[in-house]
């Protein structure tokens, strides 16, 4: 008998187009374009619903129900690990486009920058497929997600760790290797037989990079002051699960996406920058965000929030130090057809 050891389990995630397929060839899971993620910690569940017997029956107890709606959850934290070569994506470029709604810009040799995009007619969100493998006997049970969406996201910066992005979402369905003799075609996804081949060759490029902030700008000005922050958002996407049958819906609804620049902290000082910050606490005046992390072409991160409103914040001891805690403060377009509250480049 194997037990599971999760030191040993891979994560692959790879893009697909339409909710309820998996890319295949002739029925049998194709990864050539699925990349091995520098996961720190996964979490896939499967669901399916029970309806329970609410009727009455004379006693006390109930009586067995009957099953409900299929579907799936995740979650996870990954490093953003750059590739090391600008203008070439991360291993964890499938969860940032999925995340922002579209695949990262490429400028060859230069940059790959990720913008805000909504699922429309006109655009169709990258839908995220996510495969975990445990190496440690392939009796062991085998998850495969697919139809997945990022729903609510964070990206810590600052502190002494490395740029990791934490993430959660919604999956159309979860396959396990071992009830995959009881799922039907809807839940097979065009499957004929169970994903359970890894993909060829295995890799990760790049490097971690330290959270720590290298340049932070606050409307322009340096601010020094800065010891952290986090990006949070969420996405506004799901799939519906009202609809008809026993899965979730196979379209992807769009509400209002929300980002924020939370936990931000400073060492309080009276310096042009902060203060500038702080009087923007009563006038609302919207300012543009810049902080990059890393400092070595093919290792910089750099978070653009624009049109930043800040709403709070509080002053505390901290040590010898004074600290000037912000509470949440959204970031917002900066137009009526813009979706640039939030950017990403890696360079």
Known sequence: MAFSSSALRRLYTQLQTVVGTIINTGGTWNSAAANLVP??????????????????????????????KNGGTFSGEADIMPSGAAGTAPNTAHLLANMFGAPGTVV???????NLTDQSSANAVPLLTAAVFNETASTLTQQFGYGGL????????GGNGSVRLTFDGQFFYVLETDNWANEDSTGKAGLTTSP??????????????????????????????FRSATVKGTTGRSLRMDGVGFYPDTSVSQGRRKVT??????QDSDGAGLQAVKNAIRSKAAMNVVITQGNVAGYILTHTLDQVQFTDATLS??????????????????????????????T
């Open 39 to 68: 996961h720190v910690k996964i979490e896939i569940k499967r669901i399916t619903a029970l309806i329970e017997a609410e009727y009455k029956t004379g006693t006390s107890s109930m009586l067995t129900g009957v099953a409900g």
């Open 108 to 114: 060859a040799a230069t940059s790959v920058t990720y």
């Open 150 to 157: 990022i729903q609510n996201y964070s990206i810590g910066l």
């Open 196 to 225: 359970t081949t890894q993909p060829a060759s295995p890799a990760l490029v790049g490097n971690i990079i330290p959270s720590f902030a290298a340049t932070v700008t606050f409307a322009g000005t340096a601010t020094v002051e």
């Open 261 to 266: 620049l939370s936990s931000l902290k400073f």
């Open 317 to 346: 001891e901290d040590g010898d130090n004074i600290s000037v805690d912000f509470g949440d403060a959204p970031a917002h377009a900066t137009a009526l057809a813009n979706t640039n509250e939030y950017t990403l480049a890696l």
